[in-house]
């Protein structure tokens, strides 16, 4: 079952730059960075009520934010949903015709569960679905 938005996530072409932006302009608090090797990013996250907004940069120049800055530049990258059961959900989403980016959840940020709709199947819209194993900022 679907729990709530967990975030918000947003492709940024430099990092540190976005981190400053958010937090000296906006007034946002970060409360974290890192690198999600499976994913091939880096991460900053600033809570807000009800909420989170994540900044998600290459890491090391490669991944898939790579071509996404490419061919988009700089913007929002997915909505992230978090649910009780990610392989429950992934196969409920399925049965109603959602296609997944894998077969199988992967590791996300705070060794979480995670698992992407492809936005063909989503109105467009890149979906994540995360399973939390522990407390996050």
């Known amino acids: 079952m679907i729990l709530s938005l967990d975030h918000i996530a947003i492709a940024v072409p430099d990092l540190e ?14 409360a974290g960075t890192e690198d999600v090797v499976s994913a091939k990013t880096s991460t900053a996250f600033f809570p807000v009520p009800g909420t989170r907004i994540e900044l998600v940069h290459p890491l090391n120049g490669t991944g898939p934010i ?21 392989r429950a959900e992934m196969a409920r989403l399925t049965g109603l015709g959602y296609r997944f980016l894998s077969e199988e959840p992967g590791v996300g940020a705070h060794e979480s569960l995670v698992a992407f709709i492809h936005p063909k199947s989503s109105e467009g819209v890149l979906i994540e679905l ?4 522990q407390e996050h900022p």
């Open 130 to 133: 995360v399973e939390h194993t």
């Open 66 to 86: 790579v071509k996404y800055l490419e061919k988009r530049g700089g913007g929002m990258h997915h909505l992230c949903f978090s649910v009780d059961d990610i």
């Open 17 to 30: 730059r976005a981190i400053r932006r958010f937090a000296d302009d906006f007034g946002l608090e970060l």
